[in-house]
């Protein structure tokens, strides 16, 4: 099993990027962004369930990013609108055979991508 993570880089405040990561070897359930800045614990960002056919997000991104996936291709996307400097963190897309009631919590994922980063500066 294979999580390739990309589509990072650097973005001025309100642009947009768009993540990708390709998954090879089996098909997930669960499949979550999560990101993590230097000093600071992992933290969720979103989560989509192929069973249940829904998204979840942080908070702190809601409204401004969109989780999807591309099951035909075992393909997971965020489209990050409107950035904040805040926002600046690696990324990574992160995955699990079944849902699971704490999505938001990194230890119950398996499967990790190599992470991507994005800083959003001016």
């Known amino acids: 099993v294979q999580l390739q993570a990309s589509g990072g880089g650097l973005v001025q405040p309100g642009g947009s990027l768009r993540l990708a990561c390709a998954v090879s070897?089996?098909?997930?359930?669960?499949m979550t962004w999560f990101r993590q800045s230097p000093g600071k614990e992992r933290e969720f960002v979103a989560a989509i369930s192929k069973s249940r056919n829904r998204a979840y997000y942080a908070d702190s991104v809601k409204g401004r990013f969109t989780i999807s996936r591309d099951n035909a291709k075992n393909m997971l996307f965020l489209q990050m609108n409107s950035l904040k400097a805040e926002d600046t963190a690696e990324y990574y897309c992160?995955?699990?055979?079944?849902?699971?009631?704490?999505?938001?919590?990194?230890?119950?994922?398996?499967?990790w991508g190599q992470g991507t980063q994005v800083t959003v500066s001016s």
């Open positions: 070897g089996r098909t997930f359930d669960a």
């Open positions: 992160a995955a699990r055979l079944i849902w699971n009631v704490q999505y938001y919590n990194p230890v119950h994922y398996d499967y």
